[in-house]
Structures are given as C-alpha cells and as structure tokens.
C-alpha cells in the first residue's frame, strides 16, 4: 500500500450512512465484472457488514491493487433486478482498508478482519485465506529481520532501524550514510582482515536470494565493496564457515560482477576450492566454477 499523504478530515461516517439504507449485497471478484460469488440480503447479516466496515481513519493512502473483491450494495427499489445499478460498490484491500468514491483516499478499517470473516463463513473464503497468508510470510519476515540484526556488528547496532529502512524505501545506503557507518567500521575493526571477517559473517545472516531481497541485506556488501580483494583473500583463508557463505553471497551478488575477476584472482587455489564448497546451490557452483575457470 502506497501513501499518497495526510488525511483529508474526510466524513469516516459517511458511507455508513449509505449503507443503512441498503437491502442488499453482491459479492464478487476484481477486477472488472467477473461472476457473482454471494447475494446477501438478511437484515442482520447486512447489519453485521456495516458493523465490520467501520472506518477507523483516512490516512491518505492508496493500494496499488484492484482489490479482493467488490461489495456492490443495493436499495429496496433493486432487489432481485439482475440489472439494476448499486446503491454504491466498496472494494475490499487486504483486510485493512476499503475503496469509495466517497472519498478521494482508501480508508483503513477499525477491523478488516471482521470483514474477511463474514465474506468467508458465506463461503466466500478465498481473501480471508490470502490474508492469513500474508500474515504467515510477514512474521517470516519479521522473524528472518530480527536474525539479521543480531548479526550486525555490535559498534553498528545503533543504525540497525536505519539499515532496515532500506527495504521500506528501496535502494541502499546513501553515499554520506556510508562514510558516517564506515568510520565507525575502521574506528572499532583497523585490522582489514578482522574487519572483512566480521562484514561477511553479517553478510551470512541474509536469507534471501544471492541478488540480495530484502534490500536491507545488500548492506553489508557495500562495505566490502571498499576492502581491498588481498585482503578480502586473507580473510576467505581464515574464514569459519559462517564467514566463507558470506563471502559466497557477495561473489555471488549481482552488483558485485564488477569486481568479481579481481577478487577471485586475488584467492588462492585452496581459498576458490573452499568458496565453491560453500556455495548452497547447484546452479550457482557451476556458474562460479565457469568464471574461476576463465581466470589467467
């Protein structure tokens, strides 16, 4: 969900009002006019609707989605007219907010969940699934983060809100964050080697793929993108197996490409053979074998 600005003080009410005076209620998919998947018209079921669309606020955000599906709603003058326009239609997103042209803005439900569940005991369970599913992978989420930030470096543990912010906005580090984190790498690490080993021990600790998703996770190969590859190499040498599979990750890293034949020619026989047994994949192994092997 995109912000697109502050609330406008819309009327959070508003489409309450409207809805008192609907009778009924079709449910169907987005986007366009696809099939009817409920008609509703019990009184105290379309009560218990209005009751899980209370608007808590209208933060000035938009979703970047059509929408799980359409709630068409209609008056006493349409039920049971196949034909007949809706009262209103409000689209349902993620079971957190709601679409109207009521308002300018997607409003954020004080309970989308209550929502998801009327669609679902209706038979209509498919959002209610892909909510719950979306929970599972947000805690997986949150839980391979908190992983990631225990590995940090400790003199680097007061940026770790700052590092993470990274995947909420996109891109990296900013050249001046950089220089500022840096300082402090060289200040409590002087010792390249010793520096290198504790980056790449960091760079372990990613989860995602080798190209480095989240983009939190590339932040520890922006620091070893300005270590020298003979040290680099002193520091594959010695490395724990911790270490050697970050290493292998910022080998593997697409940004690192341009630095690649310079690092790998920097490595020993013994340190490349160690490297490719750390390697957690088939399909990369053969794809860094290929480039050890091109190396003169």
């Not at 049971?80 to 409000?90: G, I, K, N, Q, S």
């Not at 002193?234 to 490409?257: I, K």
């Amino acid at each position: 969900m995109g912000f697109g600005g502050e609330s406008s003080g819309g009327d959070l009410d508003a489409l309450d009002r409207l809805l008192a005076t609907a009778r009924e209620v079709r449910v169907r998919e987005m986007p366009g006019d696809a099939a009817i998947l409920l008609v509703e018209r019990d009184p105290v079921a379309l009560r218990a609707l209005r009751d899980a669309l209370r608007i808590a606020d209208l933060p000035g955000c938009v979703c970047m989605c059509w929408g799980d599906v359409a709630l068409d709603f209609f008056d006493a003058t349409a039920i049971f007219d196949a034909t007949a326009r809706p009262l209103t239609t409000v689209t349902l997103h993620h079971g957190s907010s709601v679409r109207w042209t009521g308002w300018a803005q997607d409003a954020l439900l004080a309970d989308g969940v209550r929502a998801l569940d009327w669609l679902a005991v209706r038979g209509v369970s498919t959002p209610l699934r892909e909510f719950r599913a979306a929970e599972q992978r947000q805690a997986e989420s949150d839980r391979t983060a908190r992983l990631w930030v225990a590995a940090i470096p400790g003199p680097l543990a007061p940026y770790a809100n700052l590092f993470l912010d990274t995947s909420a906005v996109g891109g990296g580090l900013s050249g001046p964050q950089i220089a500022e984190v840096r300082a402090l790498l060289l200040a409590a690490y002087p010792n390249p080697v010793d520096r290198i080993l504790r980056l790449c021990a960091w760079n372990a600790a990613g989860t995602g793929a080798y190209s480095h998703y989240p983009a939190h996770e590339r932040i520890p190969a922006q620091f070893l993108d300005l270590e020298h590859p003979a040290d680099f190499a002193r520091a594959v040498e010695v490395s724990d197996a911790p270490g050697t599979a970050g290493a292998v990750r910022y080998l593997l890293c697409w940004d690192t490409r341009k630095r690649l034949p310079g690092l790998l020619t920097a490595l020993s026989p013994a340190a490349r053979r160690k490297i490719l047994l750390h390697v957690r994949d088939a399909d990369s192994r053969r794809w860094l074998q290929h480039r050890i092997s091109r190396l003169r």
